[in-house]
């Protein structure tokens, strides 16, 4: 496993971190989760991301118990904040009085005193900025976080926050978006903007959903079992790479990885690790080998060519507007 950097702080991540999006808590049992962690560790992951949202709260509790016994200083925790965890009105969104019990519940949740990274899951157009940066400053300074980062929002958005955690001197150090060889809306102002500020890139869905591993096949129904076919939500995330155009330009993939020496899953991963303002690529897994497979990913240099090719296999189905990053108009 190799480290890099959490943009221009001196926190070092896993360039590899494990995420449980959809899986823990929902998409596969407590046992099989624990095993994909520890998988991970094994293999040398030592970053972990999560989110109070997931799974209705429960995949935090699953990654706590899948993490226990782990001594805290050797794995980083990242949580999230925004999206409804309850029914009432003031239970999403990121003003003051959601953020400050949004952290309590996550650190209850995850029984630790502290999280490594608290992020703003979108951007909350219904609460000044002002009030959600000194929140999140607030809770740093309580020690209940020891950085902060966003999630999904726009290059304006973090150029104003970066400018706020400056003045209230809070390390903001991340942003997490989408990105893969299909999605690549950040390239053009996000990253940009990002660099700037000292961000650096936490990616999810660097596999396309599993639509880069080429299992999903044009003109044939999705396997049995596969995201698409999971009607807890991975199943409408997925569905936009779903057409026979993409996956006709994604079958071309197979080659060029089996060039490579790599699955199409590894060149996928290795390929976001490309880019220099990504600090972690975030896999997700229901099966241990699943783990294994995309962690070896990790130190593989892409050469010019392979690069090339890839554009060349790709480039008429790749999305790239950046218009497409975006947060709700109105709290969910």
Partial sequence: MEFRTLGRSGLYISEIAYGNWITHGSQVEQDAAIACVRTALDAGVTTFDTADVYAGTRAETVLAAALEGVRRADYELFTKVYFPVGRGRNARGLSRKHIFEGIDGSLRRLKTDYVDLYQAHRYDYETPLEETMLAFADV????????????????????????????????????QPQYSMLWRVIETEVIPASVEAGLGQIVFSPIAQGVLTGKYKPGQPAPAGSRATDE???????????????????????????????TPAQLAVAWVLQNPNVSAAIIGASRPEQV???????????????????????????ERDPGLTRSPRTRP
Avoid: C
Wanted: hydrophobic residues 50%.
């Fill in 232 to 262: 807890k939500g991975g199943a409408d995330f997925v569905k936009r790479f779903l057409r026979d155009d993409v996956l006709t330009r994604v079958q071309q993939l197979a080659p060029l990885a089996d060039q490579a020496g790599l």
């Fill in 140 to 175: 740093v300074r309580a020690g209940k976080a020891l950085y902060i980062g966003v999630s999904e929002w726009r290059a304006e958005e973090i150029a104003r926050a970066a400018d706020l955690a400056r003045e209230l001197r809070v390390p903001l150090v991340s942003n």
């Fill in 292 to 318: 294994t497979e995309n962690v070896a990913a990790s130190g593989v240099r892409l050469d010019a060519d392979l690069l090339k090719a890839i554009d060349d296999a790709l480039d008429p189905v790749v």
